[in-house]
C-alpha cells in the first residue's frame, strides 16, 4: 500500500486551490484545450508515416534516415515522460503545459521549415521534447480540476482522442500530402498547438504540489536511459536485426538501467519518483497491463492494415486511411460511454467486456480476410475492435490515474503515457515481425516458374512483389496473386498471436482487475481506502 506523503496545497494564487473548483462552462473549456493539446501531440506521432516516399526525395536520405525523423519523436517523448510529469507536479502544471506548447508550436515550424535532413532531424527530437511536457499534463490537469462525479466522463473523452486522434490525425495529414506537399503536414499539430497555448493562458488554472521529499534525479535519469534502450531495441531491431552489436548493446543497457530504476526506486520508498509498491494493488497492475496490450495489439493491427488496404487492396494513402474511420469513430464514442457503463456494472467487468469484444473482432478478422473479400471481409471485425479498445482504455487510464495520489498526478498520467508507448512500439515489432516471417514462409511455395530475380525480391515483401512483377513477364499476374495470397496468410498468424494475447489479458483482468470505480485520491488515506489489497 502506498504510503507517499500527503501533499501540501500550492499558495500559488493562480493554482486551483486558490481559484476554487470551476465551474461546469470553465470544465468544458479546460477540457476541450488539454484535448486539443493532446490531439496535436498525436497528429505528430502518426503523421509523417503517410510521406516516408517524399522525405526520402526530398533530402535525397536512406530509409533508415526517414525512420529516424520519424522515430526520433516518439523516443524523446517516451523518455522524457515520467520526469517532466514529475516536474510539472512540483513547480506547476500551467506553466509546464505552456512551455511544452511553446517548444512543440516552435520546433514543428522549423521541421516544417527545414532545408536538411540533420535539421528536420533535431527539430522532431526538439519536437518529442515538447509533446513529453504536454501530454502528462493534459491528463494531470483533468484529474486534478474535475470533481469525482465528472472525472471519469472527462478521463473517456482524453482517452477517445488519445485512442483516435491518431488515426484522424493520419488521414487529415495523407489528405494534406495528396493535395498539397509533406510540409503542410506540420501546420496542422502546429495549429493545434497555437489554438491550445491560447486557451490554456485563459482558461486553465493552475495546480502543484509541495513535496516534503527533494526531486528523485537518479530515478528519472536511469528511467530515461530505461526507456530510450528499450525502445531503441523495438525500434530498430527489425530494421538492424535482432542479434546485431547495437541492437543487443541497447537491449543490454535498457535492462540494466530498468533494473537499477526499480531497486533504487524501492529504496527510495516515499520519496521515490514512481513508488513501485504501487504495483502490487490492483488498479495500477491492472490498468498498465491492460493499456500495454490493448495499445500493442491495436498498433500491430495498423501494421497490418494499411499494407493489405494499399498493396492487396490497391487503394491510395487517403482511401486506405479513410477505411480505419469507422473504427476510430467507434473507438471515441465507446471511450466516451465507458466511464458509464464502468459505473454500472465496474471497471473490471467493463474492461473484460472490452478485451472480449476487442479479442473477437481480431478473431473475426483472421478468420474471414481473404484477397477477394476485400474490405468487407474486415471490416466486422475492425467495428468489434474500435468498440472493446475503446470500453478498456478509459476504465485502465482511470485506474492508473486513481492509484497515485494528488502529488503524484503528473507521474500518473506520465506512466499511462509510457505504457501506452512501450505496448504501442512492441506490437509494432512483434506483430510486424509475424507478419513477415508468416509472409516468406507462405510465398516461397508460390514461386514455382518465377525468374529469380523476381522471386528473390518478391520475398522481401508484397509492396516489393507488386513492384518485381513488371519485369516478371508472364509470371506478373501470378506473382501478384502468389505475394496477395501470402500477405493475407502472414496476416492471420499475426493476428491469431493477438488473439492469444488478449486471451491472456481477458483471464488476467477477471482475476485481477479493479473491483470498483475509481477516483483520483488526494492523500494517501484516499489512495489506501481506493484500492483493494
Not at 207 to 225: K, M, N, P
Not at 273 to 299: W, Y
Not at 415 to 436: H, K, P, Y
Request: with cysteine; charged share 10%; net charge negative.
Amino acid at each position: 500500500m502506498s504510503t507517499n506523503q500527503p501533499a501540501q496545497a500550492s499558495a500559488d494564487p493562480s493554482s486551483a486551490a486558490g481559484e476554487g473548483m470551476p465551474d461546469a462552462h470553465q470544465r468544458r473549456t479546460i477540457l476541450t484545450a488539454v484535448c486539443i493539446a493532446l490531439m496535436a501531440v498525436i497528429a505528430s506521432v502518426s503523421g509523417l508515416n503517410v510521406a516516408q516516399p517524399d522525405l526520402a526525395v526530398a533530402f535525397d536520405a536512406s530509409q533508415s534516415t526517414i525512420l529516424w525523423i520519424i522515430n526520433i519523436y516518439t523516443l524523446s517523448l517516451a523518455a522524457l515522460l515520467l520526469p517532466l510529469g514529475a516536474i510539472g507536479d512540483r513547480f506547476g502544471r500551467k506553466p509546464m503545459l505552456l512551455t511544452g506548447l511553446t517548444v512543440f508550436g516552435l520546433a514543428g515550424a522549423a521541421a516544417g521549415l527545414a532545408p536538411s535532413a540533420e535539421v528536420m532531424l533535431a527539430a522532431r527530437l526538439f519536437s518529442g521534447v515538447g509533446a513529453a511536457m504536454i501530454m502528462p499534463i493534459t491528463l494531470a490537469v483533468i484529474t486534478s480540476t474535475f470533481p469525482d462525479e465528472e472525472r471519469g466522463r472527462a478521463i473517456g473523452v482524453w482517452t477517445g482522442v488519445a485512442g483516435g486522434g491518431g488515426i484522424l490525425g493520419m488521414f487529415l495529414s495523407a489528405a494534406l500530402v495528396d493535395v498539397a506537399s509533406w510540409r503542410w503536414l506540420f501546420v496542422l499539430p502546429v495549429a493545434l498547438g497555437v489554438v491550445a497555448l491560447t486557451m490554456t493562458l485563459r482558461s486553465v488554472p493552475n495546480s502543484r504540489e509541495t513535496s516534503g521529499h527533494t526531486f528523485d534525479t537518479v530515478g528519472a535519469l536511469t528511467s530515461i536511459v530505461a526507456v530510450v534502450g528499450l525502445i531503441f531495441v523495438l525500434q530498430e531491431g527489425p530494421e538492424r536485426g535482432w542479434t546485431a552489436p547495437a541492437t543487443l548493446l541497447s537491449l543490454a543497457v535498457g535492462l540494466v538501467a530498468a533494473i537499477g530504476f526499480v531497486a533504487w526506486e524501492l529504496r527510495r520508498r516515499d520519496a521515490a519518483l514512481l513508488d513501485m509498491r504501487l504495483f502490487g494493488e490492483r488498479g495500477l497492475a491492472g490498468g498498465s497491463i491492460t493499456l500495454l496490450a490493448v495499445f500493442g495489439v491495436q498498433a500491430g493491427i495498423f501494421v497490418v492494415l494499411f499494407p493489405f488496404f494499399q498493396a492487396v487492396l490497391g487503394w491510395s494513402g487517403l482511401l486506405s486511411t479513410l477505411a480505419l474511420m469507422p473504427m476510430a469513430v467507434l473507438m471515441m464514442t465507446a471511450s466516451g460511454l465507458a466511464p458509464r457503463l464502468a459505473s454500472r456494472v465496474g471497471p473490471k467487468a467493463t474492461m473484460a467486456t472490452g478485451i472480449l469484444l476487442a479479442g473477437a473482432g481480431l478473431a473475426l478478422m483472421a478468420s474471414v480476410v481473404s484477397v477477394d473479400g476485400g474490405y468487407l471481409s474486415v471490416l466486422p471485425g475492425m467495428l468489434a475492435m474500435g468498440i472493446g479498445m475503446g470500453l478498456s482504455m478509459t476504465p485502465s487510464t482511470e485506474a492508473i490515474t486513481g492509484s497515485l495520489p494528488s502529488e503524484h498526478q503528473g507521474v500518473a498520467s506520465a506512466l499511462n503515457d509510457v505504457t501506452r508507448e512501450f505496448g504501442t512500439a512492441l506490437g509494432v515489432a512483434l506483430l510486424g515481425a509475424l507478419l513477415s516471417s508468416g509472409y516468406r514462409n507462405a510465398i516461397d511455395s508460390r514461386l514455382d516458374g518465377v525468374p529469380q530475380g523476381a522471386a528473390d525480391t518478391a520475398r522481401e515483401g508484397v509492396a516489393n512483389a507488386i513492384e518485381a512483377a513488371n519485369g516478371a513477364g508472364s509470371h506478373a499476374r501470378a506473382l501478384v496473386r502468389a505475394a496477395q495470397e501470402s500477405f493475407v496468410d502472414g496476416w492471420q498468424q499475426a493476428m491469431w498471436a493477438g488473439v492469444a494475447v488478449m486471451a491472456v489479458l481477458f483471464v488476467y483482468v477477471l482475476a485481477r482487475g479493479p473491483q470498483r470505480p475509481i477516483s483520483a485520491p488526494v492523500n494517501e488515506a484516499e489512495a489506501a481506502a481506493a484500492m483493494d489489497p
